[in-house]
């Protein structure tokens, strides 16, 4: 069945077109476990970093970066000030590029990562 499919795909599409989309899928495969593991590295420093802190996190809403520095970042750091870790997850939506996990300010970081930190 599986030779039927690939064989199917090659006839529709020709061989060149099959193997550079299979070759690509797996490098985006093989990108996203780097990340993942170079990501959850990062959160397990910083969390052995502060191993007693309370942590609060904040669900991905709005991006830090947005224009008009808003009540959620100056909640964000004003916490964080309190002795209290703190996560504002960021959608990654016009103004931020974050990958993986950047700090703000003491005990406050800005990260993409919401299914890391949410577990």
Same mark, same amino acid.
């Given at each position: 069945?599986? *030779?039927?499919?690939? /064989?199917?795909?090659?006839?529709?599409?020709? &061989?060149?077109?099959?193997?550079?989309?299979? +070759?690509?899928? =797996?490098?985006?495969?093989?990108?996203?476990?780097?990340?993942?593991?170079?990501?959850?590295?990062?959160?397990?420093? *910083?969390?052995?970093? /502060?191993?007693?802190?309370?942590?609060?996190? &904040?669900?991905?809403?709005?991006?830090?970066? +947005?224009?008009? =520095?808003?009540?959620?970042?100056?909640?964000?750091?004003?916490?964080?000030?309190?002795?209290?870790?703190?996560?504002?997850?960021?959608?990654?939506?016009?103004?931020?590029?974050?990958?993986?996990?950047?700090?703000?300010?003491?005990?406050?970081?800005?990260?993409?990562?919401?299914?890391?930190?949410?577990?």
């Amino acid at each position: 069945m599986f *030779i039927k499919k690939v /064989y199917t795909k090659i006839k529709q599409k020709g &061989l060149k077109n099959v193997l550079y989309y299979g +070759i690509k899928q =797996f490098v985006n495969k093989v990108e996203k476990t780097r990340s993942l593991t170079k990501h959850t590295n990062e959160l397990t420093h *910083i969390l052995n970093k /502060y191993p007693t802190q309370t942590i609060m996190i &904040l669900p991905p809403l709005v991006d830090w970066n +947005i224009p008009l =520095f808003q009540r959620p970042q100056h909640l964000a750091k004003n916490i964080a000030k309190q002795n209290i870790l703190y996560f504002f997850c960021t959608p990654n939506g016009l103004y931020d590029h974050i990958d993986g996990f950047e700090e703000v300010s003491e005990k406050c970081y800005i990260t993409n990562r919401f299914d890391l930190v949410d577990q």
